[in-house]
């Protein structure tokens, strides 16, 4: 038992870090555990996995929020988030993402007893219609825009620049400089020529209706299921699927609806992993190698840490959310957006590769250019729409 | 800087940034891996062997996937295309991602490319 609470506060630690730190992803730290080879069928280690994945579903809105750097499930979150920061609500911001994120927790654990018992059914259902699914919900989002021909033309390039960077031999980690480019790089290049002041921060916790938080959490619930069961779609893909259900959606509701996204998404692929059998995150993938078959007994011990992690994660966001709204409007944001820009760059380069700056550039223009023609940036998730889209239907 | 020279500016490098992207995943090519070389740590990354092709075989009933056994001087591995070609004995070059069935190591092959038949 106490090996595997110290596994559970190890993972919260890691969770923190990768989520708070630019351009580590969890499936990094996974991977590396994996290929230490440490021993086979070790429960402990799948403790530590599972409270470092939760941890991070949490902690990782942080740096998209403060510092316009997401990661592949929090891109979207940059735009609303940002917005507040620059009202000085940065930390109501990312305590909207993290109650989402709580309830979200909460919600899938409730519902886990009818998603095991339904899964195996929906599961081949969901994967015939996946690529239909999506072509209706890009059409509904585009025709809801007003500039209509710009916004399909936002979706297709970035369509195009997602097809060819995840068919790109010699870029590694794909997704990092593909989603830094057009939600982070864009946003902070915008912010360095604009030369934008962020405004002292108020430590006021953001008030949302129960409505609200309910039209958010159901639709979450909702897009979290149906893309727990195929691979390659996750968070972001989940989130154009909900923000598709409702005809206005403030950005407080679009915040805690990406938190509860980001963490049911991670939860359920634990799930999915223990009644199908399949992996459809990098964290269950390396749950898959270290626990071949999983018992009910082990599934209760991690369904327990994983709760347990949510709640401790709540509190640490909570800590870092006070901390970096004090301290950031005592940096020159100016060059923090360049220090970043520049440690972006340097990441990108060294993980995917000296080719992925290519990729980072011209997602940053199209960034760029979206701002300037004045759409949503959802438009430009069609870099992963359209690959997912194509091999569904193929 | 101007709003409309931000959108020119950015509008040329996405058009000339997408062109160049393209010619470069066209032409470009990982560096060659001896099969025996391919291990779990590769899982999910590209890939570029060289070898004979020792046997083939139809997999599938709806959908038919076409399973190639590659075999260079030091290993083997199987293959998976998703176009119909008779290559047994051909020699070929295989561009593809590693992945994992079973407990076995695999190629999804994106490209393959006859050498000499």
């Known amino acids: ?394 | 800087m101007k709003q409309k020279t931000l959108l020119k500016f950015s509008f040329t490098t996405t058009i000339v940034m997408l062109l160049l992207l393209t010619f470069l995943s066209m032409n470009l090519r990982p560096k060659e891996t001896k099969i025996s070389e391919i291990n779990e740590k590769m899982l999910n990354e590209w890939v570029y062997v060289k070898g004979t092709v020792v046997d083939e075989k139809v997999m599938g009933n709806e959908k038919k996937i076409y399973v190639f056994i590659v075999q260079d001087e030091d290993g083997k591995i199987e293959v998976f295309y998703d176009s119909n070609l008779t290559l047994n004995g051909c020699t070929v070059k295989v561009l593809g991602k590693v992945f994992q069935y079973k407990s076995k190591l695999e190629i999804e092959a994106k490209q393959i490319e006859i050498i000499k038949c």
């Not at chain 1, 972001?236 to 938190?259: D, H, P, T, Y």
């Open chain 1, 1 to 394: 038992m106490l090996e595997l609470f110290l596994s559970f506060l190890a993972g919260v630690v890691a969770g923190t870090i990768t989520g708070i730190v630019p351009g580590i992803h969890v499936n990094l730290i996974a991977a590396i555990l994996i290929s230490l080879a440490f021993k086979p069928y070790s429960l402990p280690l799948a403790v530590f996995i599972v409270s470092m994945s939760i941890t991070h579903t949490f902690l990782d809105f942080l740096p998209s929020i403060f510092l316009g750097a997401p990661d592949e499930d929090t891109a979207l979150s940059i735009l609303p988030g940002h917005k507040m920061l620059l009202k000085g609500n940065g930390y109501g911001a990312l305590r909207l993402t993290a109650v989402g994120s709580l309830l979200g927790l909460f919600l899938a654990m409730i519902l886990l007893p009818f998603f095991i018992f339904f899964s195996s059914h929906l599961y081949g259902f969901i994967r015939k219609f996946m690529g239909y699914i999506l072509i209706f919900i890009s059409t509904v989002l585009i025709l809801k825009e007003r500039k209509k021909f710009f916004a399909l033309f936002i979706f297709l390039i970035s369509g195009i620049l997602g097809l060819i960077t995840l068919n790109f031999p010699l870029i590694k980690q794909p997704l990092l400089p593909l989603l830094n480019g057009l939600f982070g790089t864009s946003l902070l290049t915008i912010s360095f020529i604009q030369k934008v002041k962020i405004p002292k921060q108020k430590l006021k916790k953001e008030r949302i209706s129960k409505k609200e938080t309910i039209k958010a959490l159901s639709s979450s619930v909702f897009s979290s299921t149906l893309v727990s069961f195929l691979p390659g779609i996750g968070a972001s893909q989940a989130a154009v699927i909900s923000s598709s259900f409702w005809k206005r959606i403030n950005e407080k509701m679009f915040l805690v609806m990406l938190g509860s996204i980001n963490t049911i998404v991670m939860a359920l692929s634990f799930s999915v992993l223990y009644t199908v059998g399949k992996s459809r995150t990098g964290s269950a993938a390396a749950i898959q190698r270290i626990l071949p078959t999983i018992t009910s007994k082990e599934f209760i011990t991690l369904v327990l840490f994983m709760i347990l992690s949510g709640i401790l994660s709540f509190f640490l966001c909570d800590f870092f959310g006070r901390f970096f709204a004090r301290k950031i409007t005592r940096i020159n944001y100016r060059w923090l957006c360049f220090s970043i820009l520049m440690l972006i760059f340097i990441i990108t380069a060294t993980i995917s590769g000296p080719l992925a700056l290519l990729v980072l550039v011209c997602g940053t223009s199209i960034g760029i250019l979206t701002h300037c023609l004045g759409i949503r940036k959802m438009h430009m998730m069609g870099c992963l729409l359209v690959p997912t889209i194509i091999n569904t239907l193929s």
